[in-house]
């Protein structure tokens, strides 16, 4: 198992250097490849260079948001099928929905403790 | 340093960011310059540090935070409209959402009234469904978890989940095998796939689902664990979750619902397939360690535009500026070795040595460069600042920004924060007048102050002016002759009224008002002005206003100066300051009273210093044909020649306080090394040319 997290790689979304700093910070200590883009455009960028095998977004980002990432990558072929979590601080059912109507797989509700985010991440984690 | 300690500091540094943003942005709507984006980004800055709050558990500043974004969200979405009185509640919690940054911080504290005042006019904006207090309770509490309560029995051996995907559940990336391998992890599995709903090949469709498993699990789990296992899932799947039979073999489901009956009727009607969990697991295992190797370079070069900018700590920067200067001290002296070695002027040492004087140069640029940044943040706390004294004095008042780009060294800016705060608070409270009275005046009713920095000749000129009743001199005399520092019959000029303002124990204020009146009075803010290597004037204009010039030097560290010789003591002058040099002739100069003279020059007459008389170097006066002079100019551009012995060389020179070393000297800004280890004096030019302009102004109006 550890050795198939070392080579497993997750690119996070998120404008807010806070919340990539703490994301990198826990998924690295539980022994995950981080790789960060700082909103939807630029994380359509890295996806296709990376090839990460999960994704976590934020939803409010500028260039690009949350929603529209999530659509653009489940039109790529390539990763159709990729897990995306999306970080939310609205557990609200709508932001929620949408997300889902975009192709998210599941949901991080902020804020997360690195237990949690780790456990929701090996959740998805092929 | 513990890694959540540094993110704590980059989420502090990062609100400092968005609260700009958010400040930025209110301010372009409340003026109608604001677009669609705008608004965005606001909403994004407060949503931003909400998140970050969250994870550092600041709940007041969580709370308030989210209101804000509640009511903002108000706004971009055009349930709101950006109202006059609509910004200024929202501008109002901007600054309430800075003080609870800086609360969380450790660095203030808000008053509770204050908040929940604020919280209130938010919440009154944002539409009825935005009530506080659910609102939170939905964005903070967990997950809610549905009880089933005919559960409460006694504890069930396990559970038996019937789970059938739709296609959606695999578009939204999601795989019943990695829900399985979650089961798993809470007990044992028994588990039967049905595969019946497949069709022929040519029917197949790959985005289709077609499986369906029915799960016997052996757990002592409560049934919220199991339903964890498919919380992402449950709106793309049938479900169905019941406690398993207390004895595993019992395989009819009697314990189910009638509705589970039905479904689970056709499961078991097939020959169940196991399978096998760790092999699921492990294919993608070789695939994924063979990528890995490669990966890692990839990282570092996508990472890249991520971050053009680094962060790095503001010692490192110091440490690496004040090598610098020992580098500077150290060629001086390596430069003066040659000298005395008795090498040629066309040596090839002296050719090197110019070329390490380039690379010193260039290196010291560089760091200054580092240590720059634009006086923007700063000028835009004065917004606040403004608008918070506007509100107390019941005064209209427009900001006015000029030069924001202007860049300054890291320690100026730090230290300018506070006279600057100091200096626009004064000229709300005390230069402006209230509506009425500038209506009265014949002027419109918002008064006007303006904020602009600017490079002027290697030093930055910030001013602060405002536009209202200017400096009342009678009264500002008649408040000196009452406080005992001037004679009741002292004859002042309008200039030197102007600048009792700045002697210690100054005040206007009748009362000591809220706002200005903090004990601070001006001349605090002229000595942390000057302790800076900088200069404070004012001027007035009465009934047009006042303004307030700082001129700060652009760098604490080094200067370019010309280094001279009078009376024996080797001295520094700015290169900055310096205009020309003339030998003068005799025909030039001319006497002014008992002990003054004046130097004619390209047709105006300006003051001749004798430094060395003024310095106590010497008592005689010196012949002015004997040696140099040295035409320089002040900061408000008035001139005066200053006569020297003889120039040695020009240099760049490390600034070393006088006054951290030793004390303050009239006429010396501060010390630096020379190459030969000396210590030689940095003229205060401007002190000599104010100096110069005070005793002498009366009689050059007469000559000119």
Known sequence: MSMKTMSMTILTVDDSRTMRDMLNLALSEAGYQVVQATDGAH??????????????????????????????????????????????TESAPDKKERARQAGATGWIVKPFNAEKLVSVVRRVAA | MDPMETIRQTFFQECEEQLNETETGLLALEIGEADSETVNAVFRAVHSIKGGAGAFKYERLVRFAHVFETALDGLRNGALEASPAVMKTMLRSADLLADLVREARGDATVEDERLETLRGALAGLAEAPSEPATQEADAFAFQPLTLCLDDLGPPAPGWRIFFRPTADLYRRGNEPARILRELAELGDLDVACDASALPLLDAFDPGGAYLAWTIDLTTSAPRERVEEAFDFVVDDCDLRIAPLAAAPESETPESETPEAETQNADPFAFTPLSIDLPAIDAPPAPEASARAPARKPEISRTEAPVSQTIRVDLERVDRLANLVGELVINQAMLSQSIVEAGLPRASKAFDDLSALEQLTREIQDGIMAIRAQPVKPLFQRMTRIVREVADATGK?????????????????????????????????????????????????????????????????????????????????????????????????????????????????????????????????????????????????????????????????????????????????????????????????????????RVLADRGAFVPLIDIGREMGFRFTPADPQSGVVIIVEGDGGARCALMVDSILDQRQVVIKSLETNYQQVQGVAAATILGDGRVALILDVDRFVAGAAACSQPPLAAVS
Not at chain 1, 52 to 69: C, E, K
Not at chain 2, 396 to 407: H, N, Q
Not at chain 2, 501 to 518: E, H, K, N, W, Y
Not at chain 2, 544 to 563: I, K, N, Q, W
């Open chain 2, 396 to 596: 209209m008042v427009r900001l006015k920004t000029e030069g924001e780009a202007t860049e300054v060294d890291r320690t100026v800016f730090e230290k300018l924060a506070d006279p600057l705060t100091h200096l626009v608070r004064n000229a709300v409270d005390h230069g402006l007048e209230t509506p009425g009275d500038r209506a009265a005046a014949g002027k419109p009713e918002h008064g006007e102050v303006r904020l602009s920095a600017a490079h002027r000749s290697g030093r930055i000129v910030i001013d602060v002016s405002d536009d209202g009743k200017g400096i009342d001199r009678a009264r500002v005399k008649a408040k000196a002759i009452e406080q005992d520092l001037i004679a009741p019959d002292a004859q002042l000029s309008n200039a030197e009224i102007d600048n009792l303002l700045f002697l210690p124990g100054f005040s206007t204020a009748a009362a000591v008002s809220d706002i200005s009146g903090r004990g601070v009075g001006m001349d605090v803010v002229k000595s942390s002005i000057q302790s800076l290597g900088g200069r404070i004037s004012v001027s007035s204009r009465p009934g047009l206003g006042a303004t307030f010039s700082l001129s700060l030097p652009l760098t604490l560290a080094v200067l370019d100066g010309m280094v001279v010789k009078v009376a024996d003591q080797t001295l520094v002058t700015p290169l900055t300051t310096i205009v020309e040099t003339l030998r003068p002739k005799a025909k030039d100069v001319h006497r002014l009273g008992v002990d003054q």
């Open chain 1, 43 to 88: 994380g359509l960028e890295v996806l296709r260079a990376e090839k990460p095998d999960i994704v976590i977004t934020d939803i409010n980002m500028p260039r690009l948001d949350g929603f529209g990432f999530i659509e653009a990558v489940r039109q790529d072929p390539v990763f159709r099928r990729i897990p995306i979590l999306v970080l939310t």
